[in-house]
């Protein structure tokens, strides 16, 4: 029997060390749970050694996104008393336009030409709210009548799907704070409203007396057909944009650069048919539903972002395109050095015929729902992502089994790779899933080739798990999923973490049945250390 206790660092660089030193007198020697012969981190000789994966972004406030990184602007200036989107029509392709500083109303969406550029180094915000001035009190409410659009159809998937109120694109902001909309005018309190369509009436819960009280209207605050516009240093927020619509649409060649996009009721930025554009050192927050969203889309980039804190308006969490971002039909590109945290659903998000797609260097924090989602996709690569702490979710359809997910979800695609990625303290591990999906471009869609090879998986706790679940109609053939060469930190080497189609086994069982042969199994603590992505594995 040992009777030394050892000291495990996994690093960013991959590098695998052990310090071994004596323990004291009253200490314990580690019991036969600690070890797997051959295969635990104890022996270095015996431990398998990843790539050096990309250091990803830190999430300490060092991270630098938003109209602070646009560079100086030189053009045309655009004022807050001028009609920007007449501006804009009026001058030729080619021109760079300079917001002014301050809030610039934007009524009517704009749409500029090939190659202009719309920037400001000044402070700009573009806002498509309108202020809301005439109020009466009402039996301890406040009311104001005739700013509300005739009603209209239910899109979306809410969170509540009684009420459904995630639809309605009006937001409500008193003093810039966003107010929580309610879905009868007895439940209005202090901080919410509630918009009566039929009546054309709005009901606010606080005094709006010497207060600045703003109602999202426009749907879109840049969007056109144009190729090679650049949209960069602006602030862009309260457009109503309807659900899967984004405030800003880029367009093929666009680049949107060091922009601040927030509290807009849908999605912040939109890339469709946006071939080769490149989304770039924005702060995307706050945004009703989700921060970035992509389709049709061939070779887009989505880097440097950072994506926090969306779906503010109450959209599905577990499974209706809310959260961080989320991707679809497109071919090619990548989504690389994001931090994405705190979005209330899925971190980043693969669905429906995604090919060819790199998600590489992200650092996923604390999100809702999954960390990273590949789903009904092929050709995938999943690496050097560093993806902690998601999927705590308890809304409708939120779980803790390898079916609701966990910090990396592969679900009915093929031939994606999982490679050298840290993930720590999610809701599970890496849960691989094969369900009945039905057809599409490509046949019908299966799981087939999957490979998890070189990431640092922490589980300890409750059900967390890593492993392959499969429904009856979707059987997974031998050979088709690979699980080799990772290092697992986990509570126990008895514990029963690691799963197959229903059956749970223990590390050594998990070896037994075929599955990471070759990876290393040992107990501890992972600590993050969001400033470096170093995990620190400690008894």
């Not at 109609?473 to 990772?486: F, S």
């Amino acid at each position: 029997m040992k009777t030394a206790t050892a000291f495990l660092a996994i690093v960013a660089t991959g590098t695998l060390t052990v310090a071994v030193t004596s323990l004291p007198a009253n200490g314990s020697p580690i019991s036969a749970d600690d070890v797997i012969p051959g295969i635990l981190a104890d022996d270095p000789a015996t431990t398998p050694q990843p790539p050096a994966p990309t250091t990803p972004p830190p999430a300490d406030g060092t991270f630098r996104s938003g109209p602070s990184q646009a560079p100086a602007c030189s053009g045309v200036t655009i004022t807050t008393a001028q009609d920007a989107a007449q501006v804009v029509e009026d001058a030729p392709a080619g021109t760079t336009f300079c917001f002014t500083g301050g809030w610039h109303r934007i009524s009517e969406t704009i749409r500029p030409k090939a190659n202009q550029v719309l920037a400001s180094d000044k402070g700009a915000v573009l806002t498509g709210s309108v202020r809301l001035t005439k109020w009466s009190a009402n039996n301890g409410d406040w009311v104001t009548t005739g700013a509300l659009p005739p009603a209209y159809a239910k899109t979306g998937q809410c969170e509540d799907n009684t009420a459904n109120l995630c639809y309605l694109a009006e937001q409500l902001f008193l003093d810039s704070k966003h107010l929580t909309r309610v879905a009868t005018l007895d439940k209005v309190a202090p901080g919410t409203f509630y918009a009566d369509y039929a009546a054309n009436a709005i009901y606010l819960g606080s005094n709006p007396a010497g207060h600045a009280v703003e109602m999202s209207k426009t749907p879109t605050a840049i969007e056109s057909s144009a190729t090679g516009v650049t949209v960069r240093g602006l602030t862009i927020e309260h457009f109503a944009t309807p659900p899967q619509g984004g405030a800003v649409v880029l367009g093929l060649g666009w680049k949107v650069i060091a922009n601040d996009i927030r509290w807009n009721h849908a999605v912040g930025a939109m890339l469709v048919n946006a071939d080769g554009a490149v989304l770039e050192r924005n702060h995307i927050h706050s945004n009703g539903q989700l921060g970035v969203g992509q389709y049709s889309t061939l070779k887009g980039t989505i880097s440097a972002n950072e994506v926090s804190y969306n779906n503010t308006d109450g959209f599905w969490i577990a499974d209706w395109e809310s959260g961080g971002i989320k991707t679809t039909w497109s071919s090619g590109g990548w989504v690389t050095g994001n931090l994405i945290q705190y979005n209330r659903g899925v971190g980043l998000w693969s669905d429906a015929y995604d090919d060819g797609r790199t998600f590489n260097s992200n650092q996923i924090l604390d999100n809702v729902a999954d960390g990273i989602r590949y789903e009904i996709g092929r050709n995938g690569v999943i690496e050097d992502n560093v993806i902690s702490d998601n999927g705590f979710g308890t809304g409708r359809g939120s779980g803790t089994s390898l079916w609701d997910g966990g910090g990396i979800n592969v679900n009915t695609s093929s031939n994606v790779q999982v490679r050298d990625n840290v993930v720590a303290n999610n809701v599970n591990g890496i849960s691989i899933q094969s369900r009945t999906r039905g057809s599409g471009p490509w046949g019908t869609n299966v799981l087939r080739d999957i490979v998890v090879s070189g990431n640092k998986v922490t589980m300890r706790g409750g059900t967390t798990a890593t492993g392959m679940v499969q429904n009856a109609g979707a059987v997974i053939p031998a050979g088709e999923v690979t699980l080799n060469g990772n290092t697992y930190i986990l509570d126990s080497l008895a514990a029963e973490r690691f799963q197959k189609a229903g059956q749970r086994y223990t590390a050594q069982q998990w070896r037994q049945a075929g599955q990471d042969t070759s990876s290393a199994f040992t107990i501890g603590k992972a600590i993050l250390d969001d400033a470096t992505g170093v995990l620190t594995r400690v008894r």
